[in-house]
């Protein structure tokens, strides 16, 4: 099953662009790569998916590299209200979603 | 709002009682997937129904149970409590079985405190 490793906390300001990386080394090659976004006392919200080279939507861009051994979520221009939780995830959901990364923004 | 509901949305309780919570997938959406999630271990993938029979189960307590009825909807029985099962409880629904990354939709949780 593949493990990920992503930073626990970053920091960032209004307006900024964040990319958050995760490491996947043994992705499987049926694996796909989905992130969500958590709020405090809320479920998890599916932000985006991707199999390889670049996805984006109206939320996130996920590029993923041609080795496919990590992934980064970018989120353009964030706000306040992106603060929360980010988790990786490679492959399907039994292998839980970890501590995710925190992303704190700031005025 | 996801489409799925979850009731109740807190419980408190004493150690060694019984708890059922309920979870309402989205119009629709054969799977249903529990989770666990507590300061300490994160999110924790407890088991998934797929239209009413049991697909994968995660790390899920022999003391912990669940099922899924005809009309989809699905409940989590936690007997014999423990203040080590204090958490919030988290269901998901998706279309289909899950394929490699289906999207989950989860429901708002329900805060379980054993005291």
């Known amino acids: 099953l593949a493990k990920t490793t992503q930073p626990i906390s970053m920091d960032s300001y209004e307006g900024q662009e964040v990319n958050i990386t995760c490491s996947h080394n043994n992705i499987a090659t049926n694996d796909y790569i989905t992130w969500y976004q958590q709020f405090p006392s809320q479920g998890p919200r599916f932000i985006i998916q991707g199999y390889k080279t670049k996805v984006t939507n109206e939320v996130a861009s996920l590029f993923i590299p041609a080795d496919r051994k990590s992934s980064t979520l970018s989120l353009p221009r964030v706000s306040l209200s992106d603060t929360a939780v980010y988790y990786c995830l490679v492959g399907d959901y039994k292998l839980s979603f970890g501590a995710g990364t925190t992303v704190t923004v700031r005025a | 709002d996801s489409g799925v509901t979850q009731t109740p949305k807190h419980l408190i309780t004493a150690t060694g009682q019984r708890v059922t919570l309920r979870c309402s997938p989205r119009s629709g959406d054969l799977s249903v997937y529990w989770y666990q999630q507590s300061l300490d271990q994160g999110l924790q993938f407890l088991i998934h129904?797929?239209?009413?029979?049991?697909?994968a189960k995660g790390n899920i307590l022999e003391r912990f149970s669940a099922q899924q009825f005809p009309d989809l909807h699905s409940e989590l029985n936690l007997s014999s409590l423990e203040l080590g099962d204090s958490a919030l409880y988290f269901c998901?629904?998706?279309?289909?079985?899950?394929?490699?990354?289906?999207?989950?939709?989860f429901g708002p949780g329900t805060r379980l405190t054993v005291t």
């Open positions: 129904y797929y239209n009413g029979e049991e697909r």
């Open positions: 998901a629904s998706s279309v289909a079985t899950v394929s490699p990354g289906d999207e989950q939709y």
